[in-house]
């Protein structure tokens, strides 16, 4: 239990201390925002500090930290440290900066603000990733909360997935603060009460599931034969824990929010604030599964009985919650689950529609020209959510830290060629290098890529030689370019326009 409020100590502290420096770097100014600048009564609309953040909590509170952060317990208490140290150093820093730099840009999507640091060649390959990711997104905060709907009513998954369907497109179509910004602050109780809800419900139980101190030692449940393996914490661990510690996700919901705040200065607590709190949800979840699981069928058992039920799917948060809160509290808990990917996932079909506007340049205030937009996408949404849950979900793990990834380097060539003082730069490029990494590593390594883990310590080997190559190298091309010669680069930058007042 010590890790546990050492871990969460630490969240709070550094959100203050960490927090405040990312700000100080990035030196927020005094000009009119998007929303102030330019209203346009549908995405581009002034709220109040509470409410954007509420909404950007809302948004990349997925299932990730949830889903994710027990997937990530059954590496045992190890899990811990990433999501602390990637929340503080990584994934804050990534959703300030993905947050900021479209503010900046007239509120425009990811795609269009690292194609403009990144080049025209990353900007086509982000424009198609960003749409491809969403849409992933979308269905999979699509099918996990109708799953657990289907666990507490009589109402069958498919049926649960049509009204959800609904739902989104209604959330996709109209203007921000017609269904968003009233149903959010319900959703958002929700999630906080589930959430402490957790939090006591483990605590109160810790006589005889003690929640487990922290350890370096790899706790992954394998066989007794070897017949299943031990599956390594890097580079796995890393990409499974994304919401809860790093999620490229994030960039693609930060311009729903960029278009709508008041001022640069409430940028802190909106972005890297609400990735905090996501840690700090995160950190809940996955020691509350640990301690459950670990003691679940008696001594001796380990995480097996978390891995039997298929990891942090929706079975294991219906079990764990029902057991800890019981039929009453259980419920709401269960709730507050599924309140965070409706939540995200709602937002992420309107992202994708977002990034679709800004790539032809299309008239956001045109209902017959959203509806072109939206109707498509929510069907191939719906026609993906028939494939396997599990693999949808792993390359959409993998497509968050690889955006992830893309998304910091991009942060790292603006603080490169905007500021007189270039060191600014490694505070993207420092968490830039280490997600190229655990990025190019995984897909070295992952059978759905190119599978090198099925070759045994030689693959494993092999696959951390070429993920420690290709992020050396990034840094490299990254110093060699932008870094190198600050001028240049910012008054090349200069000439590339994004943003509806000049398309």
């Not at 425009?108 to 640091?117: F, N």
């Not at 289907?150 to 049509?162: E, G, S, Y």
Request: with cysteine; glycine share 10%; proline share 5%.
């Amino acid at each position: 239990m010590i890790t546990f409020f050492v871990a969460l100590g630490i969240l709070i502290v550094g959100y203050i201390v960490y927090g405040n420096i990312v700000e100080k770097v990035f030196k927020p100014n005094d000009n009119p925002t998007p929303a102030i600048a330019n209203p346009d009564g549908v995405d581009y609309i002034p709220l109040s500090t509470g409410k954007a953040f509420l909404i950007q909590l809302l948004n990349i509170a997925g299932l990730g930290p949830i889903f994710g952060a027990i997937s990530g317990a059954l590496w045992g208490p190890s899990v811990y440290i990433w999501i602390v140290a990637g929340t503080l150093f990584a994934g804050g820093v990534h959703d300030f900066l993905s947050g900021m730099l479209s503010e900046r840009n007239d509120g425009a999507s990811i795609s269009e603000v690292t194609g403009k640091y990144l080049g025209p060649a990353m900007h086509t390959v982000m424009r198609i990733f960003s749409v491809v990711l969403l849409v992933m997104v979308g269905v999979v905060f699509m099918v996990g909360p109708a799953g657990l709907l289907a666990r507490l009513t009589p109402i069958n998954v498919k049926v649960w997935t049509v009204i959800i369907l609904c739902y989104y497109f209604l959330a996709t179509l109209l203007p921000i603060d017609k269904i968003i910004s009233k149903v959010y602050p319900l959703f958002g109780l929700l999630l906080i009460l589930m959430a402490i809800g957790i939090s006591i419900g483990t605590i109160a139980h810790s006589a005889e599931r003690p929640m487990m101190e922290f350890t370096f030692k790899n706790l992954y449940p394998g066989s007794l034969d070897g017949s299943t393996k031990v599956l390594p914490i890097w580079p796995l661990m890393f990409i499974t824990v994304a919401c809860g510690a790093i999620s490229g996700f994030h960039a693609t919901q930060s311009p729903v929010i960029s278009r709508c705040i008041k001022s640069e200065k409430d940028g802190r607590r909106i972005f890297y604030g609400a990735m905090v709190s996501e840690g700090i949800i995160a950190l809940i979840w996955a020691s509350a599964a640990v301690a459950f699981f670990w003691n679940k069928d008696g001594a001796g058992t380990g995480l097996s009985a978390l891995k039997a039920i298929g990891g942090g799917g929706p079975n294991s948060v219906y079990e764990l919650s029902i057991a800890l809160l019981g039929k009453i509290g259980g419920p709401i808990a269960v709730l507050g689950v599924i309140a965070c990917p409706i939540t995200s996932g709602d937002t992420a079909f309107r992202s994708a529609r977002m990034t679709l506007f800004d790539w032809f340049k299309l008239d956001e205030k045109s209902i017959k020209v959203r509806l072109s937009v939206a109707v498509p996408l929510l069907l191939v949404g719906y026609a993906i959510s028939f494939l396997n849950y599990n693999v949808v979900w792993r390359y959409f793990s993998w497509s968050n830290q690889t955006l992830a990834m893309i998304v910091l380097w991009a942060g790292a060539v603006y603080f490169a060629t905007n500021y007189e003082d270039r060191n600014r730069c490694w505070l993207a490029a420092i968490p830039a290098t280490f997600m190229s990494a655990v990025s190019i590593t995984y897909l070295m390594y992952a059978p759905e890529c190119f599978n090198l883990g099925s070759k045994g310590s030689t693959g494993l080997t092999t696959s951390y030689i070429v993920g420690i190559i290709a992020a050396v190298t990034f840094l490299g091309i990254f110093l060699a370019t932008a870094y190198r010669n600050p001028k240049a680069s910012f008054e090349r930058q200069q000439k590339v326009v994004i943003g509806r007042k000049n398309a």
